[in-house]
């Protein structure tokens, strides 16, 4: 069974531009996840979805970060203009359903680095 | 207060040994409790999954959950330089949301 896949695997940018990422779940789960890990940290969870639909963007700073999964399978994460504190490994999960009970597996991260 | 508390460590053990990794945390709704393994450079994985009090033992790996005292750990036995990762804890419940709080981490090295 494929894993979640992420790209890129790295970035770098500057200040004030703008970087996506994208995440494919693993097949048939309906529930995606985006956290930011950054260093010494555990993840944080910015935004949840299940199927299309946004389940939690509560920790999504929504100035500058935004995430869609139009058709209910791949997602994007966009931050836009990025700041120097965004620098982080951005995670991203998926599990079959949205409950408690379960497990999120996740893929290996992009690593972004602003300068 | 933390939702999770984990100390970071670092910890450093030699190979063979029998390590110790904890987690408190202070919502007496989660019910479900899990380990990560993080190597450098990677996405957590998962190593063990619980629900509710009571152990847990997989090959060298025994995770261990006491509701009353809010307290979690993980036992690793005969630790190998291949166990050299940070784990992190991880819980959720029906009350807290669905969400999975993490621990920080703890970073081990196992030198052969």
């Known amino acids: 069974e494929a894993g979640v896949a992420q790209s890129p695997r790295y970035k770098i940018i500057e200040k004030r531009q703008s970087v996506a990422f994208w995440c494919n779940p693993i097949?048939?789960?309906?529930?995606l996840y985006w956290y930011q890990q950054i260093l010494g940290q555990g993840p944080k969870l910015l935004i949840q979805?299940?199927?299309?639909?946004?389940?939690?963007d509560s920790q999504l700073p929504k100035d500058r970060f935004s995430a869609e999964r139009l058709k209910g399978v791949d997602s994007t994460l966009k931050i836009q203009p990025a700041k120097l504190e965004d620098s982080a490994v951005y995670l991203c999960?998926?599990?079959?359903?949205?409950?408690?009970?379960?497990?999120?597996?996740f893929g290996a991260g992009t690593r972004l680095s602003v300068l | 207060q933390k939702e999770v508390e984990q100390d970071p460590g670092p910890l450093s053990v030699p190979e063979g040994a029998i390590v110790s990794l904890n987690c408190t945390y202070s919502?007496?709704?989660?019910?479900?409790f899990m380990w990560y393994r993080q190597y450098s450079r990677k996405g957590p994985e998962l190593l063990m999954y619980?629900?509710?009090?009571g152990n847990k033992e997989d090959g060298r790996f025994t995770a261990q959950v006491d509701k009353s005292s809010k307290y979690i750990s993980l036992f690793i036995r005969d630790s190998q330089p291949s166990d050299s990762a940070t784990y992190l804890c991880?819980?959720?419940?029906?009350?807290?949301?669905?969400?999975?709080?993490f621990g920080t981490g703890t970073s081990l090295t196992v030198i052969p």
């Open positions: 979805f299940q199927n299309n639909g946004v389940v939690d």
């Open positions: 619980t629900y509710s009090s």
């Open positions: 097949s048939g789960h309906a529930t």
């Open positions: 999960a998926s599990s079959l359903g949205a409950g408690s009970k379960n497990i999120q597996y």
């Open positions: 919502n007496s709704a989660f019910q479900y």
């Open positions: 991880a819980m959720s419940g029906v009350g807290t949301g669905n969400q999975f709080y």
